[in-house]
């Protein structure tokens, strides 16, 4: 019985080709994707409903429970929808997620011609020296600013919220924006390319339960934007003073002006430059070939 047993399993493993070995790791990667995900949310909790339900499904049509087998698989002829609208929140995230991610932008950007120019880089750097400023004479007189700053994922929703001003950034336009009887001064400022391109637009606010209970709205909504899109955020604290910027879902604080500018050139420019640097090079490979 066991030499027909092995001889059944041979026959069956010399049947797997190649594909059926990477369509079997690309499920995997899915599920293991899917369970890393959900693991620390409440969607765990929703799915051990439904693993429950599935298994009193099964004993029902064991034991021939007819009414209730009949409505448990009605419920899971349509569980892909009901799955959906139960997991949108997670899903949401993960689509975000994929969407958001840079190893495979970065192949794409090396066989593609840059639409960044030595202009932009210098309306960046610009921008990011007017608002490091503004944030040390911000974090002196105790005044709250919330300044936004747009990578890859584009903002235009959160900007429709506010004023489109689309100008060239200054240490006096963000204090006239930010000064406390200002119209915009309770909202965000979204830089874009270096330019200053909204004000007074409403950020969604963090869905992290465990953010630290002294953080206020300011906090909570850098936090929140910066969840929802590789934006980095940064924020002068109107209570304390101190300078934070929020990445990731993550809160990095107390910058000084020089601290500052490197880390925003860090988050902003450092990986443009590497990926530019390695796209010239594969430029002048082909002209040499």
């Not at 750097?125 to 709250?144: E, M, N, P, Q």
């Not at 990578?151 to 959160?158: G, K």
């Not at 979204?190 to 391109?197: H, P």
């Not at 007074?200 to 936090?223: E, S, W």
Request: glycine share 6%; net charge positive.
């Amino acid at each position: 019985m066991n030499v027909e047993f092995f001889d059944n399993l041979w026959s069956v493993i010399k049947t797997i080709q190649f594909r059926d070995v990477v369509d079997i790791l690309a499920i995997s990667l899915i599920v293991f994707g899917l369970f890393k995900l959900i693991r620390e949310t409440r969607a765990v909790q929703l799915l051990k409903g439904l693993l429950l339900l599935l298994a009193v499904y099964i004993l029902s049509s064991m034991f021939n429970l007819v009414m209730l087998s009949t409505l448990l698989r009605a419920f899971f002829e349509a569980s892909v929808v009901i799955i959906v609208v139960i997991f949108q929140p997670e899903i949401r995230k993960a689509l975000e997620q994929v969407g958001r991610t840079k190893k495979w932008r970065k192949y794409i950007k090396i066989f593609s011609k840059y639409g960044r120019s030595d202009e932009w880089e210098k309306a960046v750097r610009k921008s990011i020296v007017d608002a490091a400023d503004t944030s040390i004479l911000f974090s002196r007189s105790r005044t709250g600013a919330l300044l936004v700053f747009e990578r890859e994922t584009m903002l235009s929703d959160i900007a429709s919220t506010g004023t489109i001003i689309d100008a060239e950034t200054s240490v006096a336009l963000f204090g006239n924006i930010f000064f406390n009887k200002a119209p915009l001064h309770d909202g965000a400022s979204i830089i874009r390319d270096g330019k200053l391109f909204a004000a007074g637009c409403i950020l969604p606010l963090t869905a992290n339960k465990n953010v630290d209970i002294n953080l206020g709205t300011r906090h909570r909504a850098a936090l929140g934007i910066s969840e929802q899109s590789d934006a980095v955020v940064l924020v002068v604290s109107e209570e304390t003073g101190v300078i934070s910027i929020a990445v990731e879902g993550q809160l990095e604080r107390d910058f000084t002006r020089d601290k500052l500018i490197k880390r925003l050139n860090e988050l902003l420019l450092d990986e443009f430059e590497e990926e530019e640097s390695k796209y010239r090079k594969l430029r002048k490979g082909r002209k040499k070939q």
